[in-house]
């Protein structure tokens, strides 16, 4: 995530903000204040837009919607159509790791962990990838398979504790 602090002004466009930006950043957050020597001074709080669903993985993430496991699809009954307040995207393109699920709104990662997360190999690789999501300014969360089959109402309550708490994080 970059954090941009600039000038802005005011010369009766809309699309004033977006003008200054690179065409492949995508706006989160803006805090615009009015400066005394006119215009406005901000903080954008901004992301790379081509980072997401790289169309070389399509196919890739087509066929993983296709063919969730159990537990995904049973948290996926559980969160789609908004029911957390929030639009939960499944088998979503991130950089060139595809996600399990993915909030954009509130910019929230969650994974499930079956039994090849819990190898040595897996743990290494679900750091790497955990590292470079978070360092895109994403949360990561992770459920165990077993979590959700077991305890479906503590994990959705956990993802609506951190979903108010992005949402309020996000919108300064």
Same mark, same amino acid.
């Given at each position: 995530?970059?954090?941009?602090?600039?000038?802005?002004?005011?010369?009766?466009?809309?699309?004033?903000?977006?003008?200054?930006?690179?065409?492949?950043?995508?706006?989160?957050? @803006? $805090? =615009?204040?009015?400066?005394?020597? !006119?215009?406005?001074?901000?903080?954008? &709080?901004?992301?790379?837009? #081509?980072?997401?669903?790289?169309?070389?993985?399509?196919?890739?993430?087509?066929?993983?919607?296709?063919?969730?496991?159990?537990?995904?699809?049973?948290?996926?009954?559980?969160?789609?159509?908004?029911?957390?307040?929030?639009?939960?995207?499944?088998?979503?393109?991130?950089?060139?790791?595809?996600?399990?699920?993915?909030?954009?709104? @509130? $910019? =929230?990662?969650?994974?499930?962990? !079956?039994?090849?997360?819990?190898?040595? &190999?897996?743990?290494?690789? #679900?750091?790497?990838?955990?590292?470079?999501?978070?360092?895109?300014?994403?949360?990561?969360?992770?459920?165990?398979?077993?979590?959700?089959?077991?305890?479906?109402?503590?994990?959705?309550?956990?993802?609506?504790?951190?979903?108010?708490?992005?949402?309020?994080?996000?919108?300064?």
């Amino acid at each position: 995530m970059n954090i941009k602090i600039l000038k802005y002004w005011n010369d009766g466009r809309s699309n004033g903000v977006r003008k200054i930006l690179s065409p492949h950043l995508q706006i989160l957050s @803006v $805090r =615009l204040l009015p400066c005394e020597a !006119g215009g406005w001074v901000g903080v954008l &709080k901004t992301t790379r837009c #081509d980072m997401f669903n790289d169309s070389k993985q399509k196919e890739l993430r087509k066929d993983l919607r296709g063919n969730l496991t159990y537990p995904e699809f049973v948290l996926w009954q559980a969160i789609r159509c908004k029911a957390l307040g929030v639009k939960f995207r499944r088998q979503h393109g991130i950089g060139r790791y595809i996600v399990d699920f993915y909030a954009g709104e @509130v $910019r =929230l990662v969650v994974e499930l962990d !079956g039994e090849s997360h819990f190898s040595e &190999k897996g743990m290494a690789a #679900d750091k790497t990838r955990t590292d470079f999501l978070c360092d895109s300014g994403m949360k990561v969360i992770r459920f165990t398979n077993l979590q959700v089959m077991q305890e479906l109402p503590e994990v959705l309550e956990h993802l609506r504790c951190e979903i108010v708490r992005r949402k309020t994080m996000l919108t300064f």
